[in-house]
Nanobody, 123 residues
Framework: QLQAFGGGLVQAGGSLRLSCTASGVGFSRYTMGWFRQAPGKERDFVSAINWSGSNTNYSDSVKGRFTISRDNAKSTVTLQMNSLKPEDTAVYYC??????????????????WGKGTQVTVSS
């Protein structure tokens, strides 16, 4: 079971920190990802991190502004979002991928999803 939290309302240029905690066996062995979905749009990949934290991937739209990390001891993956823009407004979801690389992330490749958390960036 995955639980994402940390969303909210922030002004453009501000920061938010999203966290996702996982319960169940094996969190530390799997790739974790963040996706987002804006109203009327498809769910898009944001960032991913491999089981050890040694390999990460970001979409071009967030590269340089967002940072993903994980703490396997706490079964938590975190997305630090800086320099937020209105176009970052979306519901953000964390997800688990049992097999596969952080380089080939897509909604259909994920095995488990958490409930989303709303991020709203005002201009």
């Amino acid at each position: 079971q995955l639980q994402a939290f940390g969303g909210g309302l922030v002004q453009a240029g501000g920061s938010l920190r999203l966290s996702c905690t996982a319960s169940g066996v094996g969190f530390s062995r799997y790739t974790m990802g963040w996706f987002r979905q804006a109203p009327g749009k498809e769910r898009d990949f944001v960032s991913a991190i491999n089981w050890s934290g040694s390999n990460t991937n970001y979409s071009d739209s967030v590269k340089g502004r967002f940072t993903i990390s994980r703490d396997n001891a706490k079964s938590t993956v975190t997305l630090q979002m800086n320099s937020l823009k209105p176009e970052d407004t979306a519901v953000y979801y964390c997800a688990v991928r049992l097999f596969g690389s952080v380089q080939t992330m897509a909604p259909g490749a994920m095995d488990y999803w958490g409930k989303g958390t709303q991020v709203t960036v005002s201009s």
